[in-house]
Every structure is written in C-alpha cells, then in structure tokens.
C-alpha cells in the first residue's frame, strides 16, 4: 500500500474519553506500544459531560457503604438485566480506581477531616459519588490524559476509523481510518483493537451527546461479526435543557438533585411522590415532611423520590407534560433555589450556574429551570467477557459506554465514570495479554482495504441529490417520534420499515466538494453508522415485550421477569441483515442471590 499511510503497533485503541484513555494507560504499562486513535482533537471526549461524580462505596460519608450495598444498588437500578460479574467487579474496584486518580493529581472535593467527599445520587443507597464541584467528568479526563502523556501513548488526533481489519482466520488485526483535516486514508496494524468510542446519541433528536456520539464503535464490531446485547435500552436523563431551542438536550446534571433540587410542575406541585414504583416503595419517602427530614440530614434512608433511577423521574416527567402539567416549553421545573443559598449553589454547582445564566439568561440561585428528558446514554453495546472485556471476535475488545452487560437496563448515575475506569484498565490488561500471545508481524489485507476506501470515496461519485444532513434529520425524527422514552409496537414497526428506507438513503447521499474537511463526507460516513445502530435498537425494543429500565414499552407497561427479565437480546449481523434471537442470562452464584435477600 505505497500510497496509504500504514502505522503498526501491538495495540490500536480507538477512542480517547476516559475508558480508551484508561486503556492506553494500561496497555503502555504492560509494554505494549500503543496507539491511540480518536475523531476530535484530545481532551474533547464527552467523558466531561459527566459531571456529578465517580460512584464507588468508599464509605467516607458513610461507614456502612461497602461494595456489596453498591453491587446490589447497580443490579436493582438496572432491573436484573446487568451482568451480574461485570457489576461484581465494578462495585469491588471501583474505591481503588478513585484513588488511583487522586494519587495521579485529581483534585476532588474533601470532608472537614479531609477524606474525599462523595455525594448523593438516585439510585443509590448511600452518598458514593466522589465529585470535583460538577464539573467530575473534566478533572477524571484531565487527569488520565496528563497521565497518558506523560508515559508517551501515541495520539493520533481527528482521525475517523472506518471499518475494523481481520486476518485470514477472523481475528481483528488493525483498522482503516481518514485523517479529517486532509480526507487521506490511513491503516493501522495492530495485534489487538481496543473500542472505547462512546454512545449513539446523535441518532436522536434531542441528546445530551457531542456530535461525536454517532455510535461509531458499535457499527465497526458489529460489522466485524461481533455481538450487540440489549440495544434496546437508551437512557433518557431525567434533566436537559429544553429551552432556549439552541440548547436542547444539554444536560442539566444530577447532582442538582443530589444536592437537594425538588421536580414541580406548571401547579407548583412536587409530583414526583405520585410515581414511586412498587419495587422501591420500601425506601422511598412518601411525603414531602419526611423527603426534606432525609435533606436535612436526619435520615433515615428513605431517600426523596427525585432521587429514584433515571428511567423512573423520566417516565414521570413524560407523564406530567402529557398530562398537561407541563412547563410553558414542554418540560418541567427542577428547583435548587429555594433549597439552598445562592452561595452554596455557586460553590457546589458552579457549571450549572453558569451554564444556565449564559445560555438561557436564567439565574438558578433565584429561579427554576426548565428541564425534560434527553437522550444520554445506551446501557446495551458490545458483548463482552467481564474479566478481560474481550468482544466475541478474537482480537478485540471493549470498555465505556460502547460495552454492553455493565448496567443492565438502566444505568445508575455516577457509575458510568467509574465503569470506565475499571473496564478501560481490564481491557488494557486483556488485549495486551491477547497481543503478548499472538506472534509475528501483523499482515495487513491490502484487498480489504482497497474496498473500504473505494466504499468510503463512492459518496462521491453518487449522482442525485441525496443530502447527508436532510437523511440524519429524518433518521433523527424516526427516533425521536417512534423510539423515544414510550414505545408502541405499532410505532416500532413503523419504525422499521422507515429505517429500511433511510438504509438506502444513506447508501445513496452524494457528497460534494474534495476531500479536505468536508463535514458533508465525514456525517455520511457516520449516517452509516446511525442507521446501523438504529435497526439494532429498534429490533430489540420490537421483540422485549415489556417495559424494563431504559425500554418503556406503552403496549406492555409492567415487566415480565419470568421470562424476558431472564434474558438478553443479541443483536448480530449476517449477510448485510441485522437480526436479534435471545439468550439466557448468566446464573448469579448464590453467595450474590443472599445479598438481595438480606435486603428484602
């Protein structure tokens, strides 16, 4: 390949948040010479829109948090469907991971004796979330990258990966990418392949997702013959932005609530007590005198229902703008102002503070803020094994928000920071010990990657006047109107018949222009991805008959935990079609099954 840049090394990661960051890390540290590969330029990822917190049971605030109450806490907020040893490992190395990174130089927030202070947040039983302000997600990236560096990872900076490679036996062996800037190819040989590419956020309309978000890491295992899991279950955060129109869909964190921001509607009614679910009843306070005796510190444990799982304050919101109840711009209203000073606002929440004063002309210290869901993030992705977080084809791996399994339907807040830590330093260790065992210099199929670069110039050739931007628009509003946060079968097929359609579409956009920076080449590229994604959610949401998590089916409202509460959809690719079977999860060892019992 005389006329394509070719780089080698033992382990290509691509994606550069916190999970490949992790990775890099720990690759390099195993003596791998690695590289890593992300779309934007570094330091961008969209791990800093996670801003409440790292969640592990650290016990700093409270002496009986341990990993056990966090596992069992992780498991009920994702209704069962997790992974029950990913949540094991999750909730076992989690305290040593934060500390890890306070020995790298992140500077969190501390106790008066000086222990690193962690929060409260829904779901979660105790206050776990280590936090720096709410701004978390920057000082976790900041500090991982600073560390990367400093022991000499390779970046290869806005570079968009194509397709994944694999050698004569299937084995994931590299992958063709673009630089952005010049619109030249580029190959990487590698022995291993890390994704650490993120979520699909911005295949819908509203989302708290960077334009990166186009699920680029589950469209390249995906058509490397790697497995999806239950791509059906998309978060919709509680709390987004929803006015001015420009900022739709920025999210509005968390810790908002966790430091005491009530939900009211147009009557000025907290309604969040009139959806407490049955299955968190027991420790969920049921009147307002007994939710602000939790606030103020004389607790009980029965924690204010703003604090419930995200797919819980979701599908309440929803129902109170359906209902009529609605903010003047169809959302609700999250209130910090009354229940604290404007002082404390400022300190503990300075992002928001400023977020909303320059965006929406909004002081939060006096007034509340327009919040509605938006789509934040996808529990399902990449199937992976646990321990070594290697995908079904050989040679690759996953970790972050593009691997499945960890979270089940629903993911708890602030523990997205510290699966990408844990999984990111687990796949690092497990693809360096794949590439340590496999010998030889890495053949590069030239065959292969002439076609792929030939797909990826063929936009240019099309004639007709199919636009990139009016396909990712219609792909957005399918999404948006028929798989968003309630779903219908007959919406569901409606909506894939649509998505048949955009198929065609998006193999038919005509790209104008040459090749230097042509954001018009690089969303058709990623339209192809979007779409992908988009058929493997909306399959699976077709065949779970239930409402489960982050998957709210109108049609079947209670979940069925006899039978589709025991399984996973797997999603896979064969012959250009995506289809979906199901499969069993694996069994709980019993030594975990007593933990919720002893809760029961």
Same mark, same amino acid.
């Given at each position: 390949?005389?006329?394509?840049?070719t780089?080698?090394?033992?382990?290509?990661?691509?994606?550069?948040?916190?999970?490949?960051?992790?990775?890099?890390?720990?690759?390099?540290?195993?003596?791998?010479?690695?590289?890593?590969?992300?779309?934007?330029?570094?330091?961008?990822?969209?791990?800093?829109?996670?801003?409440?917190?790292?969640?592990?049971?650290?016990?700093?605030?409270?002496?009986?948090?341990?990993?056990?109450?966090?596992?069992?806490?992780?498991?009920?907020?994702g209704?069962?469907?997790?992974?029950?040893?990913?949540?094991?490992?999750?909730?076992?190395?989690?305290?040593?991971?934060?500390?890890?990174?306070?020995?790298?130089?992140?500077?969190?927030?501390?106790?008066?004796?000086?222990?690193?202070?962690?929060?409260?947040?829904?779901?979660?039983?105790?206050?776990?979330?280590?936090?720096?302000?709410?701004?978390?997600?920057?000082?976790?990236?900041?500090?991982?990258?600073?560390?990367?560096?400093?022991?000499?990872?390779q970046?290869?900076?806005?570079?968009?990966?194509?397709?994944?490679?694999?050698?004569?036996?299937?084995?994931?062996?590299?992958?063709?990418?673009?630089?952005?800037?010049?619109?030249?190819?580029?190959?990487?040989?590698?022995?291993?392949?890390?994704?650490?590419t993120?979520?699909?956020?911005?295949?819908?309309?509203?989302?708290?997702?960077?334009?990166?978000?186009?699920?680029?890491?589950?469209?390249?295992?995906?058509?490397?013959?790697?497995?999806?899991?239950?791509?059906?279950?998309?978060?919709?955060?509680?709390?987004?932005?929803?006015?001015?129109?420009?900022?739709?869909?920025?999210?509005?964190?968390?810790?908002?609530?966790?430091?005491?921001?009530?939900?009211?509607?147009?009557?000025?009614?907290?309604f969040?007590?009139?959806?407490?679910?049955?299955?968190?009843?027991?420790?969920?306070?049921?009147?307002?005198?007994?939710?602000?005796?939790?606030?103020d510190?004389k607790?009980?444990?029965?924690?204010?229902?703003?604090?419930?799982?995200?797919?819980?304050?979701?599908?309440?919101?929803?129902?109170?703008?359906?209902?009529?109840? &609605?903010?003047? +711009? /169809?959302?609700?209203? $999250?209130?910090?102002? =009354?229940?604290?000073?404007?002082?404390?606002?400022? @300190? *503990?929440?300075?992002?928001?503070?400023?977020?909303?004063?320059?965006?929406?002309?909004?002081?939060?210290?006096?007034?509340?803020?327009?919040?509605?869901?938006?789509?934040?993030?996808?529990?399902?992705?990449?199937?992976?094994?646990?321990?070594?977080?290697?995908?079904?084809?050989?040679?690759?791996?996953?970790?972050?928000?593009?691997? &499945?399994?960890? +979270? /089940?339907?629903?993911? $708890?807040?602030?523990? =997205?920071?510290?699966?990408?830590?844990?999984?990111? @330093? *687990?796949?690092?260790i497990?693809?360096?010990?794949?590439?340590?065992?496999?010998?030889?210099?890495?053949?590069?199929?030239?065959?292969?990657?002439?076609?792929?670069?030939?797909?990826?110039?063929?936009?240019?050739?099309?004639?007709?006047?199919?636009?990139?931007?009016?396909?990712?628009?219609?792909?957005?509003?399918?999404?948006?109107?028929?798989?968003?946060?309630?779903?219908?079968?007959?919406?569901?097929?409606?909506?894939?018949?649509?998505?048949r359609?955009?198929?065609?579409r998006?193999?038919?956009?005509?790209?104008?222009?040459?090749?230097?920076?042509?954001?018009?080449?690089?969303?058709?590229?990623?339209?192809?991805?979007?779409?992908?994604?988009?058929?493997?959610?909306?399959?699976?949401?077709?065949?779970?008959?239930?409402?489960?998590?982050?998957?709210?089916?109108?049609?079947?409202p209670?979940?069925?935990?006899?039978?589709?509460?025991?399984?996973?959809m797997?999603?896979?690719?064969a012959?250009?079609?995506?289809?979906?079977?199901?499969?069993?999860?694996?069994?709980?060892?019993?030594?975990?099954?007593?933990?919720?019992?002893?809760?029961?």
């Amino acid at each position: 390949m005389p006329d394509i840049e070719t780089h080698d090394f033992d382990i290509l990661i691509i994606g550069a948040g916190g999970a490949g960051l992790r990775a890099a890390i720990e690759a390099q540290a195993k003596g791998m010479r690695t590289a890593l590969v992300c779309k934007s330029l570094l330091g961008k990822a969209h791990t800093v829109m996670a801003e409440g917190g790292v969640a592990a049971a650290m016990g700093n605030v409270y002496s009986e948090d341990n990993w056990k109450v966090h596992f069992r806490d992780t498991m009920r907020g994702g209704k069962m469907l997790n992974n029950w040893r990913m949540a094991q490992l999750h909730a076992q190395e989690s305290p040593e991971r934060v500390l890890e990174l306070e020995q790298w130089g992140a500077l969190f927030d501390r106790t008066p004796d000086g222990l690193i202070l962690q929060r409260d947040f829904g779901g979660h039983r105790y206050a776990r979330l280590a936090h720096v302000g709410d701004r978390t997600g920057l000082e976790l990236l900041r500090t991982v990258q600073h560390r990367a560096v400093a022991v000499g990872i390779q970046v290869f900076m806005e570079c968009k990966i194509i397709r994944l490679l694999h050698d004569e036996a299937g084995r994931v062996n590299g992958a063709v990418g673009l630089w952005r800037e010049t619109g030249k190819f580029v190959v990487f040989g590698a022995k291993s392949v890390i994704l650490a590419t993120g979520g699909v956020g911005k295949m819908y309309k509203f989302t708290s997702n960077s334009w990166e978000g186009t699920g680029d890491g589950h469209a390249l295992a995906l058509w490397a013959g790697a497995d999806l899991i239950d791509m059906e279950c998309i978060q919709f955060h509680p709390t987004g932005m929803i006015w001015p129109p420009s900022a739709r869909g920025l999210l509005v964190t968390e810790g908002v609530r966790g430091d005491g921001g009530i939900l009211k509607n147009r009557d000025n009614e907290r309604f969040m007590f009139n959806y407490i679910s049955d299955y968190f009843k027991a420790e969920t306070s049921d009147t307002i005198e007994e939710a602000d005796q939790w606030y103020d510190n004389k607790r009980d444990f029965r924690r204010p229902p703003e604090l419930l799982p995200r797919d819980e304050v979701a599908r309440a919101i929803n129902s109170e703008v359906k209902a009529g109840r &609605g903010s003047p +711009h /169809g959302g609700v209203f $999250l209130d910090i102002a =009354s229940r604290r000073s404007a002082e404390d606002i400022r @300190r *503990r929440l300075p992002s928001m503070y400023h977020q909303f004063k320059e965006l929406a002309d909004v002081d939060i210290t006096k007034d509340a803020m327009e919040i509605g869901p938006t789509c934040h993030y996808i529990m399902g992705g990449i199937r992976v094994d646990a321990d070594s977080a290697a995908a079904t084809v050989p040679g690759l791996f996953a970790a972050g928000e593009v691997a &499945g399994g960890m +979270h /089940g339907a629903n993911r $708890l807040g602030g523990n =997205s920071l510290s699966d990408l830590l844990v999984f990111g @330093r *687990r796949a690092g260790i497990g693809a360096a010990e794949y590439a340590l065992g496999t010998s030889g210099k890495v053949n590069i199929d030239e065959t292969q990657v002439e076609k792929i670069t030939q797909h990826a110039l063929s936009f240019f050739d099309h004639e007709g006047h199919e636009n990139a931007y009016s396909a990712h628009q219609a792909l957005q509003n399918t999404m948006q109107e028929l798989v968003g946060i309630i779903r219908t079968e007959s919406e569901l097929l409606e909506a894939k018949d649509q998505l048949r359609g955009l198929e065609e579409r998006a193999q038919a956009v005509s790209v104008e222009g040459h090749r230097q920076f042509n954001p018009g080449w690089h969303l058709a590229l990623d339209l192809e991805a979007m779409v992908a994604v988009a058929q493997c959610t909306t399959l699976g949401a077709i065949d779970r008959r239930e409402s489960r998590g982050g998957h709210t089916r109108e049609d079947f409202p209670l979940p069925d935990n006899e039978t589709l509460g025991k399984i996973n959809m797997v999603t896979s690719i064969a012959n250009g079609e995506v289809s979906v079977r199901s499969e069993a999860l694996p069994e709980m060892p019993p030594e975990l099954k007593e933990l919720f019992e002893e809760a029961h």
